[in-house]
């Protein structure tokens, strides 16, 4: 199994080549280098189901630090006050920082679900969830992003199940446990599943990919007025709601 300098140094050189890439083909530099920086980081997101160590505690230091920053847009959209989004940028962190990794400790299994197909996409999704701009295409591009440094993730650790022992090549037991579409605890399986559809529904009820492809507003359930003291009529609000409904469920699911 690589080890996590392996895995963030070759995530990082490919981060930098897709930022490369996106700006040849007229990605504004500034969207490229986040892409490239989403896809750096991802190389790591694999092994947060190792309790112990570096990635786990890194990884979370850094999401509780920059994910707040990408929702800016999403709470401006929200029409928060300079105020109100100090506040729900410091609870973000604090729940990330503690909540998120307390659960992740407890609930993940080393080499389970986490290093999956699956789970791939579910982390792309984040990445074209995570940033809260109108730019389909740059959404897409976060996503790839994220995509290329989980793959890099769990291709690097089936890589390092093949050993030369004894003249000749072979296949460490660990073969074929990261770069997997199900694994054997049945559990895992429905719920790694269960949070793809859950997630690639969001995605598709995203105002952003509704008007690219010019479908008509979302489904009622995101609509919802309850327990707001901001008015729901602009757009920015719905999906709010959608997306917070969704990650509330979402963390309800993991919890389990
Ligand atoms: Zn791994």
Redesign the pocket.
């Known amino acids: ?2 080890d996590f300098k392996t ?1 963030i140094s070759t995530s990082t050189v490919l981060g930098i080549g897709y930022a490369g890439t996106g700006i040849l083909a007229g990605v504004p530099i500034d969207s490229a280098m986040i892409a490239g920086g989403l896809c750096g980081v991802s190389g790591m997101l ?2 947060l189901d190792s309790d112990s160590g570096v990635p786990l505690r890194e990884a979370m230091a850094f999401a509780a630090a920059v994910v707040p920053m990408f929702l800016v847009s999403r709470f401006e959209q929200l029409g928060l006050s300079y105020e109100s989004m100090v506040l729900a940028g410091g609870s973000i962190y604090l729940l990330i920082r503690f909540g998120v990794s307390e659960m992740l400790k407890r609930y993940t299994v080393h ?1 389970g679900m986490f ?1 999956s197909i699956p789970a791939a996409i579910i982390f792309a999704e984040l990445g074209f969830l995570i940033c809260g701009c109108h730019d389909i295409r740059l959404r897409f591009f976060n996503a790839g992003g994220v995509l290329l440094g989980v793959l890099s ?1 769990l291709a690097l ?1 089936e890589l390092y199940s093949i050993e030369w022992a004894r003249g000749r090549l072979r296949l460490k037991k660990s073969a074929g446990t ?1 770069l997997k579409f199900w694994g054997k605890d049945l559990w895992g399986n429905i719920s790694v599943y269960a949070k793809l559809l859950l997630l690639t529904a969001v995605v598709l009820s995203e105002p952003v990919v509704l008007d690219h492809y010019g479908i008509e507003a979302p489904v009622a359930g995101f609509r919802r007025h309850d327990a707001h003291e901001h008015e729901s009529t602009d757009s920015g609000t719905t999906e709010k709601e959608s997306i917070y409904e969704a990650a509330t469920s979402f963390l309800e699911e993991l919890r389990r």
Do not use: I, Y
């Open positions: 199994m690589a895995h694999p092994d080499r290093h993730h650790d990261a």
